[in-house]
Each structure stands twice: as structure tokens, then as C-alpha cells.
């Protein structure tokens, strides 16, 4: 069976999570202090980071470079269009949420909130997350104006795009720093790509010391 | 013709050109002062971030992304293998030096060193410059074990991969940043792809304020 060394909150293994979900491939899911670094860690990916996917015999690191993979010997369900202008769409909109809302959002909310107190690295710097909390008004209201044009985030189709956003989403919403009544197009998004089954695994998810809000499993929230 | 709003040592715009250059499409470069966010350049890109890249009547964004959709629709000559496992192993490459190089050590170096006198943000800080400085060492070891069992980086064939990691070198040599003795077979490597016909730009990059060490062109280094 696949393997999983991941972290619960980490929005790129739970990107994976969902992809590996969505195309019924099941999985081991094994939690990793990456953070101590330990030997047998490195030894698994010398890039000391998570997710690391145990797969086809093989070691597979860096989440963009896992989920092509998938996708190129397990095409089906599609999570990637076929024609290169779509596929280019779906692409700059995983880097989009792993690059820019990565360092202007999860790192400033989940990373000074969670991370920190995880790894025993102190307290939230106040003026990081108030950074954050002010830049992912911004993002919601870009996820709404593509919305509006389509029916998911990088066009008509379901894609590694919208698993890339609720995986953010999903995790900073564990922590209730999302406000679903700031834009309702992507409230409604949101609700249909987590009534999905491939969404389940990672609504069960509880991390000691940090309770989630009532509606972070609900599917009617 | 292709248009490209780039910095011309940002590794981002330079793995870009590199892909386009090997591909034989040519393009204008046009500088792009990102860090004004000037409103043009917001809708060009509501990422704020370069490159952008004007090509078939539309805007691209995202330097991996854009080099996916440049190999779909111009194929020839081929900077991904075909083999799924393969391909997997030249984007977990592109993503350690787009990621972990970059946030390890151009970052450190040479965003500390350039970018902040460019764009006035101050001095360098001497702490990231020494954090920077030490681990570019261990990458330039990780490229010498990878390189003592394929000819390229990704594996026998030159791939995206090769472009990202010399996207940073370049970029880091042109301010002296790389040790070259450190490593023979890292060095030789750089001598080869160095000379390619698509290299012939960036070697003739003349940043302001900035002159590049005699060695930064020259092909017998």
C-alpha cells in the first residue's frame, strides 16, 4: 500500500491527501516530526520536508512534482485538463496558493499559531498574523472574482487547482482564521469540494492541543 | 514576437529565457520594475511578481507554469523526458532549486546583496549573507552526488532541471557568489551548459551598479 509521512495541517500533504482520495488510491498515513530531522527522515528526503510519498516503490518528494506524477500514471479521475492552455491555468494557480498565499497567509496565521507552538519555536508574532488575517481578504476576494467566471478555480472542471486552495483553506479554517461570510461564492465552492469523500480523511483530522471550530467537519456550515 | 517582463538576475525570468532560448523562440526582454507594483504591471500579473511572459496573444505568469506550457506546445527540442518517473524527477529538481536553493541561498545572497541596494530596501544582512554563504556549499554537494551518476542533473538528458539550478548559479555568480573549485564535476557541468547558443544572453546581462567578476562570461572559467 502507499505510505504518506505527513503532517495533518500541512496544506501540501493535504493536497496530496486529496489527490491520492479523489483517484481511490489508498494509503498509509504516517505522521512526521520533520522538524527534528532525525536520520531515517533525511534519509526518506534529503529536502527535510513533508509530504513524502511512498509510492510504486519509489521515495517521491515535493508536492507539485508528486501530484504530476499521479496524475500521469493514474489519469483517471482527471484532475488536470488536457488542452496546454487549461492545464497552464490549472499550473499557475497551484503555484499561485503554494507560492503567494503560502508566504502571505498559512505562514502567518497556521505557521505562527500552530508550527511554532508544535516545535517548541515560542509565541505568534502578533504583527505577522495581523499581516496575514489582512492579505487573505484579499485572496478570498480573488477566488470570488475567478468564481464568478467559473464554476471551480481554473475553469469548468475540478482541478489540482482547487485542491491546491482547500488545502490552505481547509487547514487555516482548523484554526478558524477563514470568513466564509466575506465572499459567498466561495463559501459555496468550499462546500462542494468538501462534501466530496476525497475530503473526508482530512475533516477527521484533530491535532493535540488544538480543537477545531464546530464547523470545520460540518458540511452544512 | 514573444515578450518577456523580467529582472535580469531573477532565476525565475532567467530559467524562462534559457526555455525559450533552447526552443529557439524568440523574444523581447522588457525589465520590469516589479517592486513599484505600478498598475500596469498589477494587470499584467495580479501576482506582482516576474516573470510575465507575452506569448500566443496571452499573459503567463508563474516560471513553472509557464516553462510546462512552453513544453507542451513547442516540444522540440524536449527538456522533459517522457517517462512519468522521470519527469517526476526533473520537477522535484526544479522544485528543490525554485524552493529550497532559493529560499537557502539566492534569498540569503543574492536578494540580500542586490535586490535590497536595487530596490532601497537597505543593507545586507551580514547574518543571512553567512547562513547563505555556508549553505550554498552543501547544494553544490548535493548537485556533485547527483552529477557523479548522470550525466545531467535529472538524469542522462539536459532538462528544465539543468535551467532551474543554472537560473540560480548564473545569477549568484555574477555577484561571485560560487565557489567553483569546490566541486569538479559541478563545475564541468556549468562549463557545458554554459555554452549553449541559449546561454549567450544572460552572460551578457549588465546589471547597474553591479560589475560581474571577468570569470562571469567566459567560457573557459
Not at 95 to 119: I, P, S
Not at 190 to 200: C, E, G, H
Not at 212 to 219: I, S
Request: proline share 6%.
Amino acid at each position: 500500500m502507499a505510505r504518506l509521512f505527513h503532517v495533518p495541517l500541512s496544506p501540501f500533504c493535504r493536497k496530496v491527501r486529496l489527490s491520492l482520495a479523489e483517484k481511490k488510491i489508498e494509503v498509509e498515513l504516517v505522521e512526521e516530526r520533520y522538524w527534528e530531522k532525525d536520520t531515517d527522515f533525511l534519509r526518506r528526503n534529503p529536502a527535510a520536508k513533508v509530504p513524502v510519498l511512498r509510492l510504486d516503490g519509489k521515495m517521491l518528494a515535493e508536492s507539485a512534482a508528486i501530484c504530476e506524477y499521479i496524475e500521469e500514471t493514474r489519469p483517471d479521475p482527471a484532475l488536470m485538463p488536457r488542452d496546454p492552455e487549461a492545464r497552464y491555468e490549472v499550473r499557475r494557480l497551484v503555484g499561485w496558493f503554494d507560492d503567494k498565499f503560502h508566504n502571505e497567509v498559512t505562514a502567518k496565521l497556521l505557521y505562527e499559531r500552530v508550527n511554532k507552538k508544535v516545535t517548541g519555536e515560542g509565541y505568534p508574532d502578533s504583527r505577522n498574523v495581523k499581516e496575514g488575517a489582512r492579505a487573505i481578504k484579499y485572496h478570498l476576494d480573488y477566488m470570488a472574482w475567478l468564481l464568478d467566471q467559473r464554476r471551480w478555480l481554473a475553469g469548468d472542471a475540478m482541478t489540482l487547482a482547487d485542491f491546491a486552495a482547500a488545502a490552505h483553506l481547509s487547514s487555516l479554517d482548523y484554526i478558524s482564521d477563514v470568513d466564509w461570510n466575506r465572499q459567498a461564492v466561495v463559501k459555496d465552492w468550499y462546500a462542494k469540494i468538501k462534501s466530496r469523500p476525497a475530503f473526508r480523511s482530512i475533516l477527521a483530522d484533530q491535532i493535540p492541543g488544538f480543537r477545531p471550530p464546530a464547523h470545520y467537519a460540518d458540511l452544512d456550515f
